[in-house]
């Protein structure tokens, strides 16, 4: 079970930081899964943020949180957070969290949380 939490309303060029915890069963080891944040805003389709690559691998983002948004992740309190900076009301979207096995880029996550609601306005 992934559950994210940390939305809220911000105002324009405001901060935040999102948290997903990541629990189930003990053979969850969240090291071994690829940990990626995405985000659906109204009347879109749900794209990519960033992705977390499993057992250390590289982190990438999307181009357009490239320089805003830093994806961590603490893998022995199963816990990943997103922090974003300088948000404007483009990032106004649910944010979802997904974990993908032994993944690289998050393309295909086995597991998803039920997302929190970012709303970035004046």
């Known amino acids: 079970e992934l559950v994210e939490s940390g939305g809220n309303l911000v105002h324009p060029g405001g901060s935040l930081r999102l948290s997903c915890k990541t629990s189930?069963?003990?053979?969850?080891?969240?090291?071994?899964?690829?940990m990626g944040w995405f985000r659906q805003a109204p009347g879109k389709e749900r794209e990519a943020v960033g992705c977390?690559?499993?057992?250390?691998?590289?982190?990438a983002y999307a181009d357009s949180m490239k320089g805003r948004a830093i994806i961590s992740r603490d893998n022995a309190n199963n816990m990943v957070y997103l922090d974003m900076n300088n948000l404007t009301p483009e990032d106004t979207a649910v944010y979802y969290c997904?974990?993908?096995?032994?993944?690289?880029?998050?393309?295909?996550?086995?597991?998803w949380g039920k997302g929190t609601v970012v709303a970035v306005s004046s």
């Open positions: 189930g069963t003990s053979e969850f080891n969240q090291d071994y899964y690829a």
């Open positions: 977390s690559a499993s057992q250390g691998g590289p982190t």
């Open positions: 997904g974990a993908e096995w032994a993944g690289i880029h998050c393309y295909t996550p086995n597991y």
